[in-house]
């Protein structure tokens, strides 16, 4: 049977040649390390964690609670290794990175059916491949998978993002749909302010804490995409003239134009997802909760995602890929990990896993398993292929992104525990299917 080539040994290339190689498919396992490291990386072993050591919440009240879990129900390398290595850190999932890294990297070599071949890929052979070389990918291997992707533009530089806060978590008391000047459907919620209001949140802007920009010049950002709390301090009326300008909107509760607004637009299909327009951001995420909050509307906001700034590269996946992460133009190449899209270390192994399963089941003949947008795996493969999501930028797994209830249930932990108590049901009938 034909080798499947895994380019990159992170989390998600381990993953994928671990879900490869326990159904019997033979993996050539290709990483530069330790001839050669990106800037990030310090270890020779693999699946190194180049930042935080943490894997985040391990309740399923959490929506990464939810996806660790149906990753440990279909023996994923990354979540045995993360167990067994795992130190005290409340209800998260922390590891002892050094500990972690060498068992995962013993556990990949002692496969009889992987492959371990090291240098720097830059090329993309011949047969199936799956490219999980990271979002620092070298130049060489990006300027190939460019020409593949059709175009250079196919790969974007994560330059900036702005937060996304969940649907519900939205006072719609304080908040308002509409559209300026009534043009068109009401697609926008609004959060007006007052005079007063505005200029309680410009003040605390203007001196919120920054977390430092990695992997280029700070000039060079603050040209091509203003953060919100540049563009505060250049004047105080400065973002009533910008995102923040209230000119053709009435606040239905008062009948006149507010002295500010901001706005949210849909960032997903299914309206349970909106970005703040306009408040790209490097501030600390604690500052962003802080400061962001006084929004009236979004004072109990969940966001789901905190505005950032940092170079990485990544696909512009829903044009790009499909639902197993398979190039649409050339299904024998697929990609897995961050530069596919999905933010986070269990993330990235979970894109990983996928693929991996996928890749096998077809390579075996058999019926793929198709994970549903009720699984959070599921979910996350159906938001990165889908063709409808706007501006795409690189997302955490999250409830707004898994299928919802159809039906009310009291409490949001209540509400979380229910989705996830389904998607663990139907994850398991889901890999049923393997027998």
């Excluded at 050669?36 to 990464?64: G, W």
């Excluded at 690189?394 to 159809?406: A, E, K, R, T, W």
């Amino acid at each position: 049977m034909e080798k499947v080539t895994v380019i990159g040994a992170g989390l998600a290339g381990c993953e994928a040649a671990w879900q490869l190689s326990k159904r019997g498919i033979d993996v050539k396992l290709v990483e530069m390390k330790p001839d050669k490291k990106t800037p990030a990386h310090v270890a020779d072993t693999f699946a190194e964690l180049v930042c935080s050591n943490s894997l985040r919440s391990d309740e399923l009240t959490n929506a990464v609670g939810l996806l660790k879990e149906e990753m440990r129900r279909a023996d994923s390398l990354i979540m045995e290794c993360a167990d067994k290595c795992r130190v005290p850190a409340g209800g998260a999932l922390a590891v002892d990175r050094v500990s972690f890294s060498q068992m995962v990297t013993d556990k990949i070599k002692a496969c009889g059916n992987i492959e371990i071949v090291y240098g720097e890929a830059t090329e993309i052979p011949d047969g199936r491949v799956i490219i999980a070389s990271g979002p620092l990918t070298s130049d060489a291997l990006s300027e190939k998978i460019a020409e593949k992707c059709g175009d250079v533009a196919s790969l974007n530089f994560y330059d900036a993002a702005a937060p996304i806060v969940t649907k519900e978590s939205i006072d719609m008391e304080r908040a308002f749909f509409a559209s300026r000047y009534d043009k068109g459907t009401a697609d926008y919620i609004n959060c007006p302010m007052t005079k007063d209001e505005y200029r309680a949140f410009w003040k605390e802007l203007c001196s919120a804490q920054e977390a430092p920009v990695h992997g280029f010049d700070e000039g060079a950002v603050f040209e091509g995409c203003m953060p919100i709390e540049v563009m505060a301090r250049r004047g105080e009326d400065t973002m009533r003239f910008g995102p923040l300008k209230p000119r053709g909107i009435k606040d239905p509760k008062t009948g006149s134009e507010p002295y500010a607004v901001v706005q949210l637009r849909k960032d997903n299909s299914d309206g349970t997802l909106y970005n703040i327009v306009g408040f790209q951001t490097h501030l600390k995420f604690g500052e962003q909760k802080r400061v962001f909050s006084m929004i009236p509307g979004l004072e109990s906001a969940e966001f789901v995602r905190y505005g950032v700034m940092h170079r990485n590269t990544y696909l512009d996946s829903p044009r790009l890929l499909d639902r197993y992460y398979r190039l649409k133009s050339e299904k024998r190449i697929s990609f897995a990990g961050q530069m596919t899209g999905v933010e986070g270390y269990v993330e990235s192994a979970a894109s990983g896993m996928l693929i991996g399963m996928e890749t096998a089941m077809e390579m075996l003949g058999k019926e793929p398993f198709d994970f549903p947008q009720e699984t959070a795996t599921g979910a996350l493969a159906l938001y990165i292929s889908n063709g409808s999501v706007g501006n795409f930028q690189p997302m955490n797994i999250n409830f707004g992104i898994i299928s919802p209830l159809g039906y009310k249930v009291k409490g949001k932990r209540n509400k979380n525990m229910e989705i996830s108590g389904r998607a663990l049901k139907v994850f398991e009938d889901t890999l049923s299917r393997e027998k």
